[in-house]
């Protein structure tokens, strides 16, 4: 990385973490993008040229949480289902405390502030559905399906309706007071019993390298 580069790497990391300040200091409906910029002593147009929005600053790790469950499909091993490939993605985060869990302690303040913004959980949603969209594409990538074949897309929404439970799931024991080490015992029985029960229904879908059969083929 040039030195241009890591300028601009420290001045997005500065304004973010200015922002996350100011939010859990006042809540995310009372702070305003020129309160955040005065305080980085940037411009306003500054803050808008790294951060979109007024959700970009709060969530600005949001790109790599859509990129998750497509990432862990791409990734799977020979033989190893879409289902599987989800499954192990989220307790190999589980393990090593991946921070967009919001797992760790002292974490209750930033999901009290998601839970009084309208603002932020309208954003959470359409992350979801941003995840769900590139999923379905990674999926139809994947297994070379036909454009009119519905299974990626209904692959698609059914994994991430899964992925977005566990993480609801986290945000509410965390609000609820929960020690975040009890949380996470309690979300990984909760994430094998909701794997378990997809794999039910999806158990060879999109598994590498396996030899299609009719059943995968597109309804006519």
Same mark, same amino acid.
């Given at each position: 990385?040039?030195?241009?580069?890591?300028?601009?790497?420290?001045?997005?990391?500065?304004?973010?973490?200015?922002?996350?300040?100011?939010?859990?200091?006042?809540?995310?409906?009372?702070? *305003?993008?020129?309160?955040?910029?005065?305080?980085?002593?940037?411009?306003?147009?500054?803050?808008?040229?790294?951060?979109? *929005?007024?959700?970009?600053?709060?969530?600005?790790r949001?790109?790599?949480?859509?990129?998750?469950?497509?990432?862990?499909?791409?990734?799977?091993?020979?033989?190893? #289902?879409?289902?599987?490939?989800?499954?192990?993605?989220?307790?190999?985060?589980?393990?090593?405390?991946?921070?967009?869990?919001?797992?760790?302690?002292?974490?209750?303040?930033?999901?009290?502030?998601?839970?009084? #913004?309208?603002?932020?959980?309208?954003? @959470?949603?359409?992350?979801?559905?941003? #995840?769900?969209?590139?999923?379905?594409?990674?999926?139809?990538a994947?297994?070379?399906?036909?454009?009119?074949?519905p299974?990626?897309?209904?692959?698609?929404?059914?994994?991430?309706?899964?992925?977005?439970?566990?993480?609801t799931?986290?945000?509410?024991?965390?609000?609820?007071?929960?020690?975040?080490? @009890?949380?996470r015992?309690?979300?990984?029985?909760?994430?094998? #019993?909701?794997?378990?029960?997809?794999?039910?229904?999806?158990?060879?879908?999109?598994?590498?390298?396996? *030899?299609?059969?009719?059943?995968?083929?597109?309804?006519?």
């Amino acid at each position: 990385m040039g030195l241009r580069e890591e300028k601009k790497q420290a001045t997005r990391a500065a304004i973010a973490d200015a922002a996350l300040g100011l939010f859990l200091e006042r809540g995310f409906d009372r702070v *305003t993008v020129a309160d955040v910029a005065r305080l980085v002593r940037v411009s306003v147009n500054t803050v808008f040229n790294y951060f979109p *929005t007024k959700e970009d600053l709060f969530f600005d790790r949001q790109d790599e949480v859509a990129r998750r469950l497509p990432a862990a499909i791409r990734a799977r091993a020979d033989g190893e #289902s879409a289902v599987e490939a989800a499954r192990r993605a989220f307790l190999a985060e589980l393990d090593r405390d991946e921070a967009t869990l919001g797992l760790h302690p002292g974490i209750a303040p930033f999901w009290r502030v998601v839970e009084e #913004s309208a603002a932020l959980q309208a954003r @959470l949603r359409q992350m979801r559905d941003r #995840s769900e969209e590139m999923l379905a594409e990674t999926l139809r990538a994947e297994t070379d399906a036909n454009p009119d074949d519905p299974l990626p897309t209904i692959a698609a929404a059914m994994l991430t309706a899964a992925d977005s439970t566990l993480h609801t799931a986290i945000r509410q024991k965390i609000l609820n007071g929960k020690n975040p080490d @009890l949380v996470r015992t309690e979300v990984r029985a909760l994430a094998e #019993s909701t794997f378990d029960a997809l794999a039910g229904g999806l158990t060879s879908y999109a598994r590498k390298n396996a *030899t299609k059969t009719p059943a995968a083929a597109n309804p006519t």
